[in-house]
T-cell receptor
Framework: GQQLNQSPQSMFIQEGEDVSMNCTSS?????WLWYKQDPGEGPVLLIA?????ELTSNGRLTAQFGITRKDSFLNISASIPSDVGIYFC?????????????FGTGTLLAVQP | KAGVTQTPRYLIKTRGQQVTLSCSPI?????VSWYQQTPGQGLQFLFE???????NKGNFPGRFSGRQFSNSRSEMNVSTLELGDSALYLC????????????FGSGTRLTVV
C-alpha cells in the first residue's frame, strides 16, 4: 500500500536553531497536511497544502508542496522548547469505500533550552 | 467551543474481553473517523462514519467495529481483545465526509494484558 516516509526520524537541536524535515511518497498526492502531536495528546493540524509548488506559512512554520506532488517539506524557524513533539505529514487517498488519510512515520523533535 | 471528547482516557483490559470506546465530536461536525496509533505501525485508519453510516473502512479485522448515533457521537468496539490491540485509539471529527481538516481528540490509551 501507499507509504509516506519521513526524515529525519528524530532531531535533537538547540533552542533558536532552524529545523527542516521532509516527507516522500512513491505515489502522487493532491493534498499534503502537516500535524504535530504533543505527548499524551492527539495530532493537531499545522498546515494544509493543496497545490503543487505551493508554499504556506503559519507563524514560524513554513511548508511546501513538492512540484512532483510526491513530497513535501516543513521548516520551523527559531525553534523554541514548546516545538517539542512528533511531526507527521499526511495525505488523503481515495478508492471506493476506502477513502482515508495516510500518515507518515513521524519526526520526533527535541529542543534543548 | 468544546473540542473532540474521548472517553475513557485510559483502559486496561484482559485478553479475550471486549471494549467500547466513545467519541463526542465538535458540535456541528458530522463526520467521525477512528485511528489506531502504535509505535510499530504508526497511525492507521480504522473507519469513518457520516450520518450514522460507515462510509470508509481501513484494513482491520472484523473484531473492530463502530457506530454513529443521530447526534454524531460515535463508539468503537473491539471484541476478543488481543495483546496486539494495545494502542492509542484516536477519534477525529470534521464537518463533511472525507474532509481531512480533522480535529483529533486526546485519545483512549488501551492496554491489553
Amino acid at each position: 500500500g501507499q507509504q509516506l516516509n519521513q526524515s529525519p526520524q528524530s532531531m535533537f537541536i538547540q533552542e533558536g536553531e532552524d529545523v527542516s524535515m521532509n516527507c516522500t511518497s512513491s505515489s502522487i498526492f493532491n493534498t499534503w497536511l502537516w500535524y504535530k502531536q504533543d505527548p499524551g495528546e492527539g495530532p493537531v493540524l499545522l498546515i494544509a497544502l493543496y497545490k503543487a509548488g505551493e508554499l504556506t506559512s503559519n507563524g514560524r512554520l513554513t511548508a511546501q508542496f513538492g512540484i512532483t506532488r510526491k513530497d513535501s517539506f516543513l521548516n520551523i524557524s527559531a525553534s523554541i522548547p514548546s516545538d517539542v513533539g512528533i511531526y507527521f505529514c499526511a495525505g488523503p487517498t481515495y478508492g471506493g469505500a476506502t477513502n482515508k488519510l495516510i500518515f507518515g512515520t513521524g519526526t520526533l523533535l527535541a529542543v534543548q533550552p | 467551543k468544546a473540542g473532540v471528547t474521548q472517553t475513557p482516557r485510559y483502559l486496561i483490559k484482559t485478553r479475550g474481553q471486549q471494549v467500547t470506546l466513545s467519541c463526542s465530536p465538535i458540535s456541528g461536525h458530522r463526520s467521525v473517523s477512528w485511528y489506531q496509533q502504535t509505535p510499530g505501525q504508526g497511525l492507521q485508519f480504522l473507519f469513518e462514519y457520516f450520518s450514522e453510516t460507515q462510509r470508509n473502512k481501513g484494513n482491520f479485522p472484523g473484531r473492530f467495529s463502530g457506530r454513529q448515533f443521530s447526534n454524531s457521537r460515535s463508539e468503537m468496539n473491539v471484541s476478543t481483545l488481543e495483546l496486539g490491540d494495545s494502542a492509542l485509539y484516536l477519534c477525529a471529527s470534521s464537518l463533511f465526509l472525507a474532509d481531512y481538516g480533522y480535529t483529533f481528540g486526546s485519545g483512549t490509551r488501551l492496554t491489553v494484558v
